[in-house]
């Protein structure tokens, strides 16, 4: 009787699909001020270098008309949303992988307009889709808009157009990005950041006068997901001796 080796070939086991889940990060704000009775204007932004990057500007009107169209670094971007009330308009446009550094926004209205406008860039955002978007409008104060999230780890960014010619403030737990006002109104800019769960975000001004118009403009931005594989290989040779027993 003899004992002999045979060698089984056994495959490595691979381990399961993971995912690593990002935030959006604000980046930068930036404003063209109160600009009286123009048909177009522009100023500087800069947007760092960094990945899956946009770029959200608002746009607040207080005369009859309209955003034609919007560049950044001679690029155009994408209309969303316009919300009205009376003379008094908020518009939200967007654009998605911005080029990095210092450019200019270029605003182009429908008329010599006065208006308001305002940019915000950020990165760690879905390069695809936006998650949601809505509007309000009213009079007197507060100005608030309310929009439901889907995504976990959203960030909302609203945009406000509102006949009170100074004094507005942001509501407690809202981040005020950028606020300018002139003699026909304000434009203001906030945002909130990491809305871990989906549900209904309110946006709150205070401030404004009992009979001021106002409408503001709301987008959720949904974060960037990262899809890992972990191969995870047990430690099992490729190759397995087993002893049989043979008889001779």
């Known amino acids: 009787m ?21 935030t959006v990060v604000f980046d930068a704000a930036s404003t063209s001020a109160y600009e009286s009775a123009l048909s177009t204007y522009n100023w500087n932004h800069t947007v760092a270098n960094s990945l899956n990057r946009i770029l959200i500007v608002g746009v607040s009107v207080f005369a009859n008309g309209s955003v034609s169209s919007i560049t950044y670094a ?5 209309f969303l949303r316009s919300d009205t009330n009376g003379i008094y308009r908020s518009e939200l446009w967007y654009l998605y992988a911005p080029a990095t550094g210092t450019n200019s926004v270029a605003v182009t209205l429908s008329a010599s307009l006065t208006s308001i406008a305002n940019a915000q860039s950020y990165y760690n955002a879905h390069q695809k889709a936006l998650d949601a978007n809505n509007g309000a409008n009213g009079t007197n104060t507060p100005a608030s808009g309310s929009i439901t999230t889907v995504t976990a780890y959203d960030t909302v960014v609203g945009n406000l157009a509102a006949q009170t010619a ?6 407690s737990g809202q981040y005020s ?5 002139g003699a026909l109104g304000t434009g203001a800019s906030d945002d909130f950041g990491d809305v871990v769960t989906p549900g209904s975000k ?21 974060p960037w997901v990262q899809t890992c594989f972990y191969w995870e290989e047990m430690h099992r040779p490729l190759f397995e001796t087993r002893t049989e027993t043979v008889m001779v």
């Open 2 to 22: 003899a004992r002999l080796g045979r060698a089984f070939p056994i495959q490595p086991w691979y381990g399961p699909v993971g995912a690593v889940w990002t």
């Open 202 to 222: 309110t946006f709150t001004w205070n401030g404004l006068g009992v009979t001021d118009s106002w409408a503001v403009s709301l987008v959720a931005l949904k």
């Open 166 to 171: 100074s004094g507005i403030t942001s509501a």
């Open 74 to 78: 001679g690029t155009a971007m994408t």
């Open 177 to 181: 990005r950028t606020s300018s006002a």
